[in-house]
């Protein structure tokens, strides 16, 4: 069993920044992806950007620029550093964790239980 803990959420004002941690323990794999997800109220959860274990990243097309993640392998840690924070980045961030078979298809999925982040104007 994987047990993701997320830190760092708050309220900032636009123009601000603010610094997510994830915490992960349990049987993680060692290829596993791990990321962070945003979601609010009546609309899909979305992918804000994630890392492979080698370092590749992968960011939306609304953070890029303004969001940095990185990973501490040998702590299980990710975390994501937001910047230049707008009222749009307002919602409940999550930290996943998840395992590739192929390039679509992933196992050993795991959500942490989220952290708000709200950005006022």
């Known amino acids: 069993q994987v047990q993701l803990v997320e830190s760092g959420g708050g309220l900032v004002q636009a123009g601000g920044s603010l610094r997510l941690s994830c915490a992960a323990s349990?049987?993680?794999?060692?290829?596993?992806?791990m990321g962070w997800y945003r979601q609010v109220p009546w609309k899909q959860r979305e992918l804000v950007a994630s890392i492979t274990y080698d370092g590749r990243t992968e960011y939306a097309a609304s953070v890029k620029g303004r969001f940095t993640i990185s990973r501490q392998n040998a702590k299980n840690t990710v975390d994501l550093q937001m910047n230049s924070l707008k009222p749009e980045d307002t919602a409940e961030y999550y930290c996943?964790?998840?395992?590739?078979?192929?390039?679509?298809?992933?196992?050993?999925?795991?959500w942490g239980q989220g952290t708000q982040v709200t950005v006022s104007s």
């Open positions: 349990g049987s993680l794999f060692s290829n596993n992806t």
């Open positions: 996943n964790s998840r395992r590739y078979l192929t390039p679509t298809i992933y196992t050993d999925n795991y």
